[in-house]
């Protein structure tokens, strides 16, 4: 009964997710998300998934003899590098979190950004570096997501670009997820993560703070309230709402059933952001 508010609300919204973090690789906790966005798609929420896989890609690195390397949290993005990021997420990792959904009974097709020319990039250089293959998206064409998502399926998008020669990129997942939410005009975006939400005493868990409007949020940044890898999750939080999102969530991952406690319940487990 709690919750009946919250459906009739936000019956038929485009929500953009992106799914990362323990919620990824922790197989129990993998199955409460999965059960969750399968509830979100049947009481007609329009669920959108981004994924990451990280792990994945490190794991099958280190397999190959191929070092890992991060600049400003950014994978240094060589050719062979490339080959096994392609690999990972388009292949394993895309098509696995489709199967688990449509095992829920759930339409869904899993697509990279390079189909339907979704994703397109320019080379990233952060203060000048040349990190390889990494991508900052240019422009969304939301074409073959609003086919699939008018056709009754869930699309699941790996976060891999394309530039203006067809050589392909990779595009953090976070990055990724806001340009797309943006695109598709959603009213939520939610990052599943391995942080609680936005903490008042950052040795304090149980110190959340559910709610945050973007100016407490940039003082917060200002003053050091936020800080370490806090600050690169608030700033895409941030960006989402500056790119026209209604609101933007940040989110344990590692919490079961994560995504219905926070969007169907009053109190939420994470930090929600708004305008």
Sequence with gaps: MEALPYIKRFNGITVVIKYGGSALI????????????????????????????????????????????????????????????????????????TMELAQQGINTVGVSGLDGRMLKVEKMTPNGRDI????????????????????????????????????????NADYAA??????LKAEKLMFLTDVPGVLKDIDNPDSIISMLNAKDAKSMLDDGTISGG???????????????????????????????????TKEGIGTLFEK
């Design 26 to 97: 922790n197989d129990d906790i993998k199955n409460t998300v999965i059960q969750d966005i399968a509830l979100m798609k049947f009481v007609g929420f329009k669920p959108v998934i981004v994924h990451g896989g990280g792990p994945d890609i490190n794991n099958m690195l280190e397999r190959l003899d191929i070092e890992s390397n991060f600049i400003n949290g950014l994978r240094v993005t060589d050719d062979d590098t490339m080959e096994v990021v392609e690999m990972v997420l388009a292949g394993k990792i895309n098509k696995a979190i």
């Design 132 to 171: 390889g293959r990494v991508g900052q998206v240019v422009n969304v064409d939301t074409s073959l997501v609003n086919t699939l998502i008018e056709n009754d399926f869930v699309p699941v998008i790996s976060p891999i670009g394309f530039d203006e020669n067809g050589e392909t990129y990779n595009v």
């Design 230 to 264: 806090m600050v690169p999750k608030v700033e895409c939080c941030l960006a989402g709402l500056d790119a026209g999102v209604q609101q933007v969530h940040i989110i344990d991952g590692g919490s079961e059933h994560c995504l219905i406690m926070e969007i169907f």
């Design 178 to 183: 806001v340009a797309l939410a943006s695109a």
